[in-house]
């Protein structure tokens, strides 16, 4: 291939792109790590250690191994994205090597940065190990038997179809990566300050207040981030993720880390047994809605395959005897034209979700207004300062939120089966839309709860909604109304 060329510029822009959507999340990552540093800070109390990290003081090995692995994590992504401009490091997969190296450096930092003890961060790395070698003894004993298959137009379609499924998994393994991240550092409950009644500094409040809760959500949390960056990694390297995707070892890994997501969710978001209830019926009906989807493609795979065999059958027949079928054709060409907007439409859908799921669930765990930093007067450390003040506006803002977020998840579950299987009739997007509708609707609900302290204003946040769908409905007619001039014109 010589430079300039179409395929030479393809070649080239598809590891640019991947490596720049990496190393934008690593750099995002580790900056907001290095400037909000877990454990947190002195509070500003006139002791010559204000503002300085209370890690720093209490465990300043862990916190020294913490903030150099972060910052090389954050340096090398800078790094990396300028080298980007050079085509040779990108061919070389020099670029590649060193993206494998980020990640390792955040999980050198996350293991460091999320505990307080050695064996918890051995364990902690260790969930990595074990995915790791999960996907790749699953791939070893899925492809014994395979043989290699000769090349041809039907193996460049497969090898289009594998890419769309690569960057798909991509996508939301970078999601979870970054939210259990951040989350899995600055935890929900935040830090104590000081060191009076009992409490360490430094130390999560939740893991004092409700120790059960906190293992809960620090594992399912910790499992979400490792098996997303293992995942990430693997996806770096032809030879694994090919093969891992196709004996679906990536797929079973990707959902896993996403129930894991949504475990964490339910133990970290709320402090209260109620509230915590609410969130388990609302992963039940995510799980199970999974489950139904599972078993009814399955059922209908067949079918499909025979239908799908008896079209072949039939345009080898026609081929054989000479025939051409036009109208045939033309039906061909306006399936594939719906096919390819139901691919759009489907692709929207799940940017949409992955957005609604990031912000509902770093909101659910950091909620609106704070937490209480102490103990005394009514209120307990680390629990929500909204709940005290405003027990209904917060619950607004809670049971929104949560239903969001659950709503995006299975969105995306949904929307990811029906992506890398090609299954269009088998799952219309309707379902996905009506998800999607309440989704929105779910976090409007969110915002207006949370972003307010009386209901007058959160009455208005609401009433915003209509004039901007006003303003949408006008449009639409506007345009529509021009366009049929236009063709009349004609």
């Not at 680390?382 to 405003?390: A, E, H, K, M, Q």
């Not at 969001?404 to 088998?426: C, N, P, Q, W, Y």
């Given at each position: 291939l010589y430079r300039g060329s179409k395929q030479y510029n393809n070649d080239l822009d598809k590891p640019c792109e991947l490596i720049q959507l990496l190393a934008i999340l690593a750099a995002i990552v580790a900056y907001q790590a290095g400037i909000d540093p877990p454990g947190g800070v002195w509070a500003d109390n006139g002791a010559s250690h204000s503002g300085d990290p209370i890690l720093l003081t209490t465990h300043p090995r862990r916190y020294k191994v913490f903030f150099y692995f972060n910052s090389v994590a954050f340096v090398a992504s800078l790094v990396i994205m300028v080298m980007l401009q050079n085509e040779f490091l990108v061919r070389s997969h020099v670029l590649e090597a060193a993206m494998i190296l980020d990640l390792f450096c955040l999980i050198g930092a996350y293991a460091v940065g999320s505990c307080r003890d050695t064996s918890t961060s051995i364990y902690t790395v260790a969930l990595a190990g074990g995915v790791l070698i999960y996907v790749v003894i699953h791939i070893l004993f899925s492809t014994l038997e395979k043989k290699s298959d000769k090349q041809g137009e039907e193996d460049k379609i497969k090898e289009h179809q594998l890419e769309k499924k690569r960057e798909l998994l991509l996508l939301v393994e970078i999601l979870a990566a970054t939210l259990t991240y951040q989350a899995g550092l600055t935890p929900p409950g935040g830090f104590w300050e000081n060191d009076e009644f009992g409490h360490r500094a430094g130390f999560p409040v939740l893991l004092d207040k409700f120790p059960i809760r906190y293992k809960a959500f620090f594992y399912c949390n910790a499992a979400s981030f490792?098996?997303?960056?293992?995942?990430?990694?693997?996806?770096?390297?032809?030879?694994?993720?090919?093969?891992?995707?196709?004996?679906?070892?990536?797929?079973?890994?990707?959902?896993?880390?996403?129930?894991?997501?949504?475990?964490?969710?339910?133990?970290?978001?709320?402090?209260?047994?109620?509230?915590?209830?609410?969130?388990?019926?609302?992963?039940?009906?995510?799980?199970?809605?999974?489950?139904?989807?599972?078993?009814?493609?399955?059922?209908?795979?067949?079918?499909?395959?025979?239908?799908?065999?008896?079209?072949?059958?039939?345009?080898?027949?026609?081929?054989?005897?000479?025939?051409?079928?036009?109208?045939?054709?033309?039906?061909?060409?306006?399936?594939?034209?719906?096919?390819?907007?139901?691919?759009?439409?489907?692709?929207?859908?799940?940017?949409?979700?992955?957005?609604?799921?990031?912000?509902?669930?770093?909101?659910?765990?950091?909620?609106?207004?704070?937490?209480?930093?102490?103990?005394?007067?009514?209120?307990?450390?680390?629990?929500?300062?909204?709940?005290?003040?405003?027990?209904?506006?917060?619950?607004?803002?809670?049971?929104?939120?949560?239903?969001?977020?659950?709503?995006?998840?299975?969105?995306?579950?949904?929307?990811?089966?029906?992506?890398?299987?090609?299954?269009?009739?088998?799952?219309?997007?309707?379902?996905?839309?009506?998800?999607?509708?309440?989704?929105?609707?779910?976090?409007?609900?969110?915002?207006?709860?949370?972003?307010?302290?009386?209901?007058?204003?959160?009455?208005?946040?609401?009433?915003?909604?209509?004039?901007?769908?006003?303003?949408?409905?006008?449009?639409?007619?506007?345009?529509?109304?021009?366009?049929?001039?236009?063709?009349?014109?004609?």
């Open positions: 490792m098996a997303s960056v293992a995942l990430i990694i693997l996806l770096l390297n032809r030879n694994l993720y090919g093969p891992g995707i196709k004996c679906y070892a990536l797929f079973v890994c990707m959902v896993a880390g996403m129930f894991g997501l949504i475990d964490a969710y339910a133990a970290g978001s709320s402090m209260h047994l109620r509230t915590s209830i609410v969130v388990l019926i609302l992963v039940t009906v995510v799980f199970a809605a999974v489950v139904y989807v599972a078993i009814i493609g399955r059922g209908q795979r067949a079918n499909i395959n025979q239908h799908q065999s008896k079209q072949t059958q039939n345009q080898q027949t026609n081929k054989e005897d000479g025939m051409m079928d036009t109208p045939r054709q033309t039906q061909d060409q306006q399936e594939a034209d719906m096919k390819k907007k139901a691919d759009m439409m489907a692709k929207y859908l799940m940017l949409a979700g992955i957005l609604a799921a990031s912000v509902a669930y770093l909101t659910g765990l950091k909620p609106p207004g704070g937490l209480w930093r102490d103990e005394g007067n009514g209120h307990s450390a680390g629990n929500p300062v909204l709940y005290d003040i405003d027990k209904r506006r917060y619950n607004a803002f809670f049971y929104s939120n949560s239903t969001s977020f659950m709503a995006s998840i299975t969105v995306i579950v949904l929307l990811l089966r029906r992506m890398t299987k090609g299954d269009e009739h088998k799952l219309p997007l309707w379902p996905m839309h009506t998800a999607m509708l309440l989704d929105m609707l779910a976090l409007l609900g969110a915002y207006a709860a949370g972003s307010t302290r009386n209901w007058c204003t959160f009455k208005d946040a609401i009433l915003l909604l209509l004039p901007v769908l006003g303003f949408v409905v006008i449009l639409f007619f506007w345009k529509k109304g021009g366009e049929e001039k236009h063709d009349g014109s004609k």
